[in-house]
């Protein structure tokens, strides 16, 4: 798996959760609809990103909202859900993400590096 497909596997997981969070979608039919056309290894780490970070969200809310000087609620647009699928990866997951280059596309890239920086 190179990086590239790491970086699109974290969008994608990204996106499935905050559909999932946000408008209450079921998330096996909006997993099926993402992950046609990735690699059987890809398509296993953002299975296991999406329902790890919906398992643990209470104890990785509570780590970011621990070191974020906003409140969680309060967080830009999908920054949220950007800390909580690095963190699940940093805390229980052997691959690690590379949040400031990931974040960077999205404009977020100070506030989700150093917030990522403090909870490691």
């Known amino acids: 798996m190179s990086s590239r497909s790491a970086s699109a596997v974290r969008v994608r997981a990204v996106e499935i959760l905050r ?3 946000r408008r209450r979608a079921e998330v ?3 997993l099926a609809a993402r992950e046609a056309d990735l690699s059987p290894a890809d398509r296993d780490l953002l ?4 329902y790890g970070v919906l398992r643990h969200r209470a104890p990785l809310d509570a780590e ?11 967080l ?7 800390l909580e699928v690095a963190l699940y990866q940093i805390r229980r997951l052997d691959r690690c993400p590379l949040t400031p280059r990931w974040t960077r ?3 977020r890239r100070g506030r989700a590096g150093g917030t990522a920086r403090r909870s490691s």
């Open 19 to 21: 559909q999932a969070l």
């Open 28 to 30: 096996p039919p909006l």
């Open 47 to 50: 299975r296991e990103i999406v």
């Open 64 to 74: 970011l909202a621990s070191v974020s000087r906003a409140p969680l609620a309060r």
């Open 76 to 82: 830009e647009k999908d920054l949220r859900e950007i």
């Open 105 to 107: 596309r999205s404009g």
